[in-house]
């Protein structure tokens, strides 16, 4: 009866939320099918939100982010072979020049700026609330380490930063 515990509690993951004025939200998010997810996020008033996220490609995740957040609000390098030259070039052994790299803005005081690497997932999800608020999420993660970055934007037009 243990053993089934455990290996359910491994597959799930923790994800953090800071919000511009000191907001902390702590969450849990695991890999579902089809390239997709589950998250559930806590409020500071009980109330649990939870949503499915739903993997998008890189360019449709990228002009719905700016659109939501404005131009600027994140920024990308790679997988383009003229900013790195090209793969076939490399030196045998040596690290992957096609891998992504994205940076992103937190708003925890303790990190000013995240940056994800290697092959990467984007997902956006439509998070619902079982008091009837709602949160619209796009979330960035490295498929080498399953750490991520994403931001998340409420009803109330209040914003998140995501850590996982």
């Avoid at 000191?22 to 500071?44: H, N, P």
């Avoid at 009980?46 to 739903?54: D, S």
């Avoid at 997988?79 to 096609?98: E, I, T």
């Avoid at 997902?123 to 008091?131: I, R």
Wanted: net charge positive.
């Amino acid at each position: 009866m243990l053993l089934p515990a455990l290996m359910l509690s491994a597959c799930v993951h923790r994800l953090t939320m800071h919000s511009q004025d000191g907001d902390r939200l702590d969450g849990r998010w695991r890999f579902a099918r089809e390239g997709g997810g589950l998250i559930q996020v806590f409020s500071s008033d009980g109330e649990i939100l939870v949503g499915a996220l739903k993997p998008v490609a890189r360019q449709i995740f990228f002009e719905s982010y700016q659109k939501v957040f404005g131009r600027g609000s994140i920024n990308a390098e790679g997988p383009d072979l003229s900013s790195y030259g090209s793969a076939l070039w490399s030196m045998p052994g040596s690290s992957n020049a096609l891998a992504d790299m994205v940076f992103g803005q937190s708003f925890n005081k303790a990190a000013k700026e995240r940056i994800v690497t290697g092959p990467l997932f984007y997902w956006t999800a439509n998070l619902q609330g079982d008091k009837r608020s709602f949160m619209n999420c796009f979330l960035i993660g490295s498929s080498h380490s399953t750490n991520g970055l994403g931001r998340c934007k409420g009803a109330a037009g209040k914003e998140y930063t995501v850590e996982f």
